[in-house]
């Protein structure tokens, strides 16, 4: 009978995972104590016997850029196999909702990008953001690698596919990119204590946060929200009176244009209704659409003739539903706005369609709207993966252990107008990062604040906040892309994220990998 022996391997080394080049290449995992352990890749073998508490590690010499490979583990009878292991280049994706914003956010920009994303040498390692206030981590529980496909690109990183794309297209490389963004994320969310050192304020804030304090205030956060959820469902008279149903009468209710905000009074906390009748395109009934509704705030519940057909929860995902059978000749759209905290919106100058098989039907115009109940304000929660170390701990500690190309970053909306210098914090990080993986030149590349409207209000905050970027040039192997020209007025998450990820691709052609590109202008490097 074969000898079990409880060998697991990181999920960092699963199916399709993709290996740093010229880099020594540690693999490790757990097994019961005192096991020997094989492993074998691309014909260089190692060997390690797993320690009291189970943990193992091995690590092989560097190889040239190739594959696919089968990665292979033995401990007694056990023997686990890896397939489809690519050695090239790896790029961790940092910062907050820019670079987290992925194409499915974006689809409507890059159809053909998407439709011909077959692109199996470049790869995404991702798994659900976690957090951990009392020590680093030591690995993580979960995660996997996806190729580029059609399909799967639409969970990829906007910013960071194109990035991969551009290096992928000239170098020859399988590229793999390790998520790490959390929208909303300040930097001290992703340095350690050991780097927060130097800022003791944020350091006081990190003593308080322990497991007792954490499960206080989460439970009266979640009782705070269950308790104006069910006052928003049991005083709404949309639906006790059925708003959502096709044949409510709305004649009666005010008129709202999408392609202007809503008014104050509609900005107010509670439920918001819009409603409206749409033809449907002729030889479409019956068959499926898609119903596209841009970006609303805070949450929402929107319904086709009566049919739920979508929800989010939160303000920053666009809304793109999916309906399985279109009505004949027209039905009738209504959307259930909560407003949580005063800014009901839905954003103009967004897309606002209905997606048919035979053609787009605009939505802009006029909507019938009426409010459903007026609420005060829910109280605001604690965000804790927004608290200092906790992102650190639970997702960068875990992969100190790969080799990495370098760094592409894309945060601070979170951060303008805080107290203290940001450069002083980046600085941190980044000298922390590079201690962490062992490389003092380890390249981070990172995006300048885009521009947005609303931003305006703090002008002096965010145009202090750009200056600070442009000063953190002075730490070596770094580069900073501008972005001001291709922000969005109304979003905070400008769709065009092309542009995004091929400048940071420059920058890293030009410095990383020693191309002769000549100047771009929205490109600036550092003099190390």
């Known amino acids: 009978m074969a000898r079990r022996t409880d060998l697991t391997l990181s999920p960092l080394w699963s199916a399709g995972a993709v290996v740093q080049r010229r880099h020594p290449i540690t693999i490790w995992g757990r097994a019961e104590a005192g096991q020997p352990v094989h492993v074998s890749l691309a014909g260089l073998t190692g060997a390690a016997s797993a320690g009291t508490s189970g943990d193992w590690q091995v690590t092989l010499p560097p190889l040239e850029a190739g594959g696919p490979y089968d990665l292979t583990a033995q401990a007694g009878d056990e023997v686990l196999t890896v397939p489809d292991v690519l050695v090239g280049d790896v790029w961790i994706l940092g910062g907050q909702s820019?670079?987290?914003?992925?194409?499915?956010?974006?689809?409507?920009?890059?159809?053909?990008?998407?439709?011909?994303?077959?692109?199996?040498?470049?790869?995404?390692?991702?798994?659900?953001?976690?957090?951990n206030f009392d020590q680093p981590q030591d690995d993580l529980t979960a995660g996997a690698w996806t190729a580029a496909t059609p399909a799967s690109v639409l969970d990829f990183s906007a910013a960071g596919y194109f990035f991969a794309r551009r290096i992928h297209q000239v170098t020859g490389v399988p590229i793999g990119l390790i998520f790490t963004s959390v929208g909303g994320s300040p930097i001290q969310s992703w340095m350690s204590r050991d780097m927060l050192a130097p800022f003791p304020e944020i350091v006081a804030r990190l003593d308080q946060l322990t497991p007792q304090y954490v499960a206080k205030l989460q439970g009266d956060d979640e009782a705070a929200v269950a308790q104006w959820e069910q006052q928003a469902n049991a005083r709404d008279e949309g639906l006790e009176s059925g708003w959502q149903t096709p044949g409510?009468?709305?004649?009666g209710w005010a008129q709202h244009d999408l392609t202007v905000p809503l008014s104050a009074d509609l900005q107010r906390s509670g439920v918001v209704w819009l409603r409206r009748t749409v033809d449907v395109p002729d030889g479409c009934a019956g068959g499926p659409a898609s119903l596209v509704l841009g970006l609303l705030g805070d949450a929402d519940e929107v319904w086709v003739d009566g049919q739920l057909v979508g929800?989010?929860?939160?303000?920053?995902?666009t809304r793109a539903y999916s309906i399985d059978c279109l009505p004949a000749r027209r039905c009738v759209i209504a959307i259930r706005l909560r407003v949580y905290n005063g800014r009901g919106e839905v954003t103009p100058g967004k897309f606002h369609l209905l997606h048919t098989a035979a053609r787009d039907v605009d939505l802009d115009g006029l909507w019938r709207v009426r409010r459903g109940i007026l609420l005060d304000d829910l109280p605001e929660a604690t965000v804790w993966q927004w608290e200092p170390a906790g992102l650190f701990n639970a997702m960068i500690h875990p992969l100190r252990r790969l080799g990495v190309k370098g760094v592409l970053w894309y945060q601070g909306e979170s951060d303008a107008g805080r107290p203290g210098k940001y450069t002083d914090r980046f600085a941190a990080m980044v000298q922390g990062w590079r201690a962490l993986f062992s490389d003092d030149a380890l390249p981070f590349?990172?995006?300048?604040?885009?521009?947005?409207?609303?931003?305006?209000?703090?002008?002096?905050?965010?145009?202090?906040?750009?200056?600070?970027?442009?000063?953190?040039l002075a730490l070596p192997h770094t580069a900073m892309t501008a972005t001001t020209d291709i922000g969005d007025a109304d979003d905070l998450h400008p769709a065009n994220k092309r542009d995004v990820g091929e400048r940071l691709a420059w920058a890293a052609l030009s410095d990383t990998y020693g191309c002769d590109l000549g100047v771009n202008p929205y490109v600036l490097r550092s003099q190390g």
């Open 445 to 472: 590349y990172w995006s300048q604040l885009a521009h947005y409207a609303p931003a305006l209000d703090h002008l002096d905050d965010w145009g202090d906040f750009r200056r600070q970027q442009a000063q953190c």
């Open 248 to 251: 409510f009468d709305d004649s």
């Open 311 to 317: 929800n989010t929860d939160d303000r920053y995902t």
């Open 98 to 131: 820019n670079m987290e914003m992925s194409l499915a956010q974006c689809r409507f920009m890059y159809p053909w990008d998407i439709q011909s994303a077959d692109q199996p040498g470049i790869r995404q390692f991702r798994w659900p953001f976690s957090y």
